[in-house]
């Protein structure tokens, strides 16, 4: 038995599930009456989404069925931070959505402190984007893991925690 147990926390989510609610939200938004002549486009990048429309209207319909095709597939809404809609070329609205990926060094610091208050017989260790939290007990870690679950409504980012042993 290893001295040691440990987890990892950190915030990612599947690539091609949110390519999938993309591409079903532009299949719907092609269908849908109200959305067919607004001229959208949603342009999908590795760090962001870019959503354009013919009015602010219609924007906030694109992303209210992006966000319930997102829901279905399983992704959290915590991964999508909303830029202002800006004006594009040709009286057209566009919205720069960042995608959420990773635990930021201060959020990193924060859940650390959550932690270590909390239990103070585990170790959280930062290492670059994710935390891993180390400790002799897998009682204590299974005990930060349902602590975290709890708080999950307080963390601004989606977490998932790996590599349990």
Excluded: C, H
């Excluded at 989404?49 to 959290?76: C, F, H, W």
């Amino acid at each position: 038995m290893p001295a040691e147990n440990s987890f990892d926390i950190v915030s990612d989510f599947d690539q091609q599930e949110l390519v999938n609610a993309v591409d079903q939200t532009l299949r719907e938004v092609q269908t849908r009456y109200d959305l067919k002549d607004a001229g959208v486009t949603i342009t999908l990048t590795k760090t962001e989404l870019i959503i354009e429309a013919d009015s602010e209207m219609s924007l906030r319909s694109v992303r209210d069925v992006l966000e319930t095709k997102a829901l279905r597939r399983k992704l959290s809404l915590k991964i999508f931070d909303y830029g202002k809609p800006t004006d594009a070329s040709g009286g057209r609205v566009r919205q720069v959505v960042t995608l959420r990926r990773g635990i930021d060094s201060e959020l990193a610091k924060k859940l650390s402190k959550m932690i270590r208050d909390r239990f103070p017989k585990v170790q959280p260790r930062i290492q670059g984007d994710s935390l891993r939290v180390a400790g002799k007990s897998r009682d204590e870690l299974q005990a930060v893991i349902a602590f975290l679950r709890e708080r999950e409504g307080e963390i601004p980012v989606p977490l998932q925690m790996t590599n349990y042993r």
